[in-house]
């Protein structure tokens, strides 16, 4: 769908950049974990804009999917991440973009600015019309693995005679680009190598933000701090936090340190029991000279 523009909202657009596999269950009618990005351009600077965004299974009418509403949209090229977990089927995301007084005064009749639609699979089948279905081979195994059964003839690995996959990433090793890597969950492509989403350098399955150059996702935020260099098995506590030592892909050792209860430390502290110690004596002392 082609993006949407109001007569005087200038040449707003809204973008869905990716929908992509972040992992794979470990059993197929389990739920599956997809992030999305959408990006918006060509903002006014003087409107606060607020970006719906809507995931709906085609063809399910009875539910009502599931809508998140972007309303911290600061500038151009601002981008928003989400990971959703969904079962295997037909889906489609939509983002529409609004003036934030428009929406806010009336939600159903606000104008959308600028639009942005598209489908996608969940699971490893196919959406013909709508409809989800996997391919005989994969309802084939699902089954054996249901009633503990495999007919197909292996070498122990996930691999077949003719077929061998070295790694046991699915991908067998004619079609493999990286032969010894297991990339399962994290090779949206099927290339058999782990994805870089976000084209950091750092690989998807070690990236704390996968589909965040600057790693600035939440996950890097939450009472965690890093300083200095230090070696494997290194550990220390300070300033009310535990420290440990952990290596980045480069191999380079730093410090990463959580905050701890420090009123805890204060009381277990030896130090700070010899100081109510001293206290309490010079009080003592204080009143038998009076």
Request: some cysteine; aromatic content about 8%.
């Amino acid at each position: 769908m082609a993006p949407l523009a109001s007569a005087d909202s200038g040449d707003e657009t809204i973008t869905v950049n990716h929908v992509v596999l972040v992992d794979t269950p470990p059993h197929p009618e389990w739920e599956w974990n997809y992030s999305y990005q959408i990006e918006v351009s060509d903002l006014q600077l003087d409107v606060n804009y607020i970006a719906v965004i809507l995931i709906k299974q085609i063809g399910n009418d009875e539910w009502g999917g599931l809508d998140w509403w972007w309303d911290d949209i600061e500038g151009d090229g601002d981008q928003y991440n989400y990971t959703v977990s969904l079962q295997r089927g037909c889906y489609f995301i939509n983002a529409s973009l609004y003036e934030s007084d428009d929406l806010n005064s009336d939600v159903e009749n606000a104008t959308v600015l600028a639009g942005a639609y598209l489908d996608f699979v969940v699971g490893t089948g196919s959406c013909v019309d709508g409809v989800y279905s996997e391919d005989d081979n994969t309802e084939e195994e699902e089954e054996n693995e249901e009633s503990g059964n495999n007919e197909t003839e292996e070498t122990g690995n996930n691999e077949t005679e003719d077929s061998p996959d070295s790694d046991n990433d699915g991908i067998s090793d004619d079609d493999d680009a990286c032969p010894e890597e297991d990339a399962s969950g994290h090779d949206a492509d099927a290339d058999g190598c782990i994805d870089d989403s976000d084209n950091d350098g750092v690989k998807n399955n070690v990236d704390v933000c996968p589909f965040d150059p600057n790693d600035e996702c939440d996950a890097t935020l939450e009472n965690q701090q890093t300083e200095g260099e230090c070696v494997e098995g290194d550990v220390k506590n300070e300033d009310c936090n535990s420290c440990s030592c952990e290596f980045d892909s480069e191999g380079d050792g730093f410090w990463v340190c959580t905050e701890m209860d420090c009123e805890a430390m204060k009381e277990d502290s030896p130090g700070f029991g010899l100081l109510l110690a001293t206290l309490s004596c010079l009080v003592i002392a204080f009143r038998r000279r009076l």
